[in-house]
């Protein structure tokens, strides 16, 4: 999980075959303190788009490497390869180019990585990709056939998303994936997060919505009970959300989805979220620091008042999984302890922890470097499993170790004992999620690499499936209450994994 396949120098490639373009995801070392399982939840939708937007007369494969099938795939050879580039996996990618296009092809770079440091991508490339990959690529591969290529394409995020051709999810290995139908409606976040990649300068990506009929028909398309949502945001306009959850209702599959906890604002939205399917999501808390969160930009309810707006998503069965960030100015070696007690006292199936981490291009990598705190350009410990600046009220070991007690202690039995629903009802499937997915590292290898993790997973999905459509069917069987908070029956908790990404 750690050390990507070797890239033999000697290996000799297949017949050149034209009209072939392989798409890579390229491997990235997995932080052993958080789980495993995380990488396979569900894919990335950068490269299944791209191929979605890949003309009928070629002919696209889609290679993850993170799926532990060894080097990528050389014969035939493709006239095309695409990669897709991170800035933590920027030197596997410059590998992958260099052995692809030592054999022949046509190498193409796209991804958050090429936007933030073109500069730097540009040596490893015969064609940059910057910013949005879909209008552009099916130009890059006419220009590669017409012989006419340029160095630099440049996408906007202007143009209306719903004109997007949906993802090919045909192209992904079904076995490999807890899920393969990762659904995005939404483009962008009425946030601005100064550590978030959303606010890199040049990026301009207004918020953007596809039709709920698109989201829809792409869900039943994929044919699984249980979709990830992986927009930034899915709660950004509550009203898109609503007319979304509507559409989602009748269909009596599951989902989870990233939102900020201003959702809770409205409790009859997080109603229709319940009654839609919803059963996790995955909330940016990022601190419980007031004044961290000043820093950071993030307008946001404050910390005080979020363990209300948890309880209001628990009484309508959809679990937490929250998000922190640790090494924020006014964050002292006291933060650890706080931060995982209070995911305790809550009763938070499930916390991720993420060392604050400068991306380059945000306003926080800015900061950094004015202060000349940022330890070094490394971009693979940019993961933020690494401490890559210097903290201002701890030593970068004290950061380093203190991110690393908190996964240690809430992903220890004892935790996760504490945390169990209050429903006894709920214990033994919320155990066997929790066990899976924290306390299995060694077996997630082996489940990986033997393309075993969506049968892993299935029982757990099904099982979550059933018990949820009929707690819908008790939720609307109920009024929908004046405060909301008579729906306190929390017979749904002990659900499938709440959105990990
Ligand atoms: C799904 C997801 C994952 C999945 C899969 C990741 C993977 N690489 O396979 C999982 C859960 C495993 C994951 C893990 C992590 N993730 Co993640 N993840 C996402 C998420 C939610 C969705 C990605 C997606 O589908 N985007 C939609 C596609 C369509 O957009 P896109 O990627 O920008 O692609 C477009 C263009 O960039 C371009 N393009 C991209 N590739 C290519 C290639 C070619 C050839 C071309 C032409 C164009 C092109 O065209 C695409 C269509 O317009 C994003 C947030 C987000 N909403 O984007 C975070 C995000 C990518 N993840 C992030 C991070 C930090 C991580 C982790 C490091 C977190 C952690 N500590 O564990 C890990 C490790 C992964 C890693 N090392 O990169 C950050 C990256 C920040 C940065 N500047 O690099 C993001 C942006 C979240 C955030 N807000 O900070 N993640
Ligand atoms: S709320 Fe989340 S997605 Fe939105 S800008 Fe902030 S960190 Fe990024």
């Given at each position: ?88 996996f920027a030197r596997r990618a410059y590998a992958l ?298 030593t970068p070991e004290e950061l380093t170790e203190g ?91 002990g659900t499938v994994v709440s959105a990990g990404v």
């Amino acid at each position: 999980m750690v050390v990507a396949p070797r890239l033999d120098p000697c290996r000799r490639p297949g017949e050149l075959r034209q009209h072939y373009a392989l798409l890579l995801n390229p491997f990235y070392p997995k932080d052993p303190h958080a789980s495993f399982g995380k990488h396979v939840l569900t894919p990335t939708l950068a490269l299944t788009s791209i191929a979605g937007a890949t003309p009928p007369e070629w002919e696209v494969r889609y290679w993850d490497e993170n799926l532990l099938q060894g080097p990528p795939p050389l014969d035939p050879m493709p006239r095309v390869v695409g990669i897709s580039v991170h800035l933590t996996f920027a030197r596997r990618a410059y590998a992958l180019a260099a052995w692809y296009r030592a054999r022949g092809a046509v190498v193409v770079l796209g991804g958050l990585h090429v936007l933030s440091c073109p500069e730097e991508c540009a040596p490893h490339a015969d064609v940059l990709a910057i910013g949005e990959g879909v209008q552009i690529w099916p130009q890059i591969l006419h220009d590669i056939e017409a012989g006419a290529l340029k160095k630099v394409y440049r996408g906007g995020y202007l143009k209306p998303y719903r004109e997007d051709p949906p993802p090919r999810r045909d192209i992904l290995a079904r076995d490999g994936f807890l899920t393969t139908t990762s659904l995005i409606a939404t483009r962008g976040c009425h946030n601005r997060c100064g550590f978030c990649y959303l606010s890199t300068e040049g990026l301009h990506q207004p918020y953007q919505m596809r039709d709920v009929a698109q989201v829809v028909e792409e869900f039943l398309a994929d044919g699984q009970p249980y979709a990830v949502f992986t927009d930034n945001n899915l709660g950004s306009k509550p009203q898109y959300l609503r007319q979304l959850c509507r559409a989602l209702r009748p269909l009596e599959r599951i989902w989870s989805a990233a939102v900020s906890i201003d959702v809770t604002d409205d409790p009859l939205l997080i109603r229709e979220m319940a009654l839609a399917g919803c059963t996790g999501v995955f909330v940016g808390f990022e601190s419980l620091t007031d004044a961290n969160l000043t820093d950071a930009r993030k307008k946001t309810p404050r910390t005080e008042d979020y363990a209300r707006r948890v309880k209001i998503l628990h009484d309508h069965g959809i679990q937490v999984n929250a998000s922190f960030v640790l090494g924020f100015d006014h964050d002292r070696s006291d933060v650890f302890a706080r931060t995982a007690e209070w995911v305790e006292q809550n009763r938070l199936e499930c916390a991720t922890f993420h060392i604050l981490t400068p991306y380059p291009g945000t306003p926080l990598f800015a900061q950094m470097h004015r202060e000349g705190r940022l330890l070094h350009r490394d971009w693979e410990k940019y993961d933020t499993a690494h401490v890559v600046f210097r903290p201002k009220h701890m030593t970068p070991e004290e950061l380093t170790e203190g991110y690393a007690w908190c996964y240690r202690r809430l992903f220890s039995a004892a935790s996760i004992w504490r945390r169990r629903p209050e429903d006894w009802r709920a214990v033994l499937p919320y155990l066997a999620m929790s066990y899976l997915y924290k306390r299995s590292n060694r077996l997630w290898r082996l489940l990986i690499r033997h393309r075993l993790t969506a049968s892993a997973w299935r029982p757990l999905v099904e099982w979550t499936r059933r018990r949820h459509v009929r707690f819908r069917a008790k939720l609307a069987a109920r009024t929908a209450p004046r405060g909301l908070h008579a729906v306190t029956d929390p017979l749904m908790p002990g659900t499938v994994v709440s959105a990990g990404v």
